[in-house]
């Protein structure tokens, strides 16, 4: 589980700088779509991998 977690934030880490470099160069609707593209089906993503299997 550990493993899941440490692929999680490094997602989350790449997604964040890449977001950083494109409002830098004033892209700020690619920077949004980055963000927002990523971290709204990510977060249910990540949080059913985290939680424990019923099964």
Do not use: Q, R, W
């Amino acid at each position: 589980m550990k493993i899941t977690k440490l692929y999680i934030c490094i997602l989350y880490l790449v997604t964040i700088i890449c977001s950083l470099f494109f409002i830098i160069d004033e892209h700020y609707n690619i920077a949004t779509l980055l963000i927002l593209g990523n971290a709204i089906p990510g977060y249910p993503l990540a949080k059913s991998l985290l939680e424990k299997n019923e099964n």
